[in-house]
Nanobody
Framework: QVQLVESGGGVVQPGGSLRLSCAAS????????MGWYRQAPGKQRELVAT???????SYTDSVKGRFTISRDNAKNAVYLQMNSLKREDTAVYYC??????????????WGQGTQVTVSS
């Protein structure tokens, strides 16, 4: 089973920056679309950004112009550069990836989540 391991969360002041990383570990697989979700306390999980294997990206409106998603296909990794952070960006961030196994089975893998707190 493929595992997604996230890193890079933490506490940052408003206006600051953080870079989240997520790498898929295992063998005999490839990744299709990858993305980041977030869930703030008392709110539903929301899609933040996605990136296709070819590099096409999409963002939720609230992060456009501030967040940048990127990936490294050779490492099966996805990144989220977050700039000009706001208090409302505080949430647990989860990475996700479409997995294709050597047996051509497909499923969605999720990371364990990493906390991002924007506070002065």
């Amino acid at each position: 089973q493929v595992q997604l391991v996230e890193s890079g969360g933490g506490v940052v002041q408003p206006g600051g920056s953080l870079r989240l990383s997520c790498a898929a570990s295992g063998s005999g697989f490839s990744t299709n679309a990858m993305g980041w979700y977030r869930q703030a306390p008392g709110k539903q999980r929301e899609l933040v950004a996605t990136i296709s294997r070819g590099g096409s990206t999409s963002y939720t409106d609230s992060v456009k112009g501030r967040f940048t998603i990127s990936r490294d296909n050779a490492k099966n990794a996805v990144y989220l550069q977050m700039n000009s952070l706001k208090r409302e960006d505080t949430a647990v961030y989860y990475c996700t990836a479409g997995i294709v196994t050597a047996a051509t089975q497909t499923y969605i893998a999720w990371g364990q989540g990493t906390q991002v707190t924007v506070s002065s």
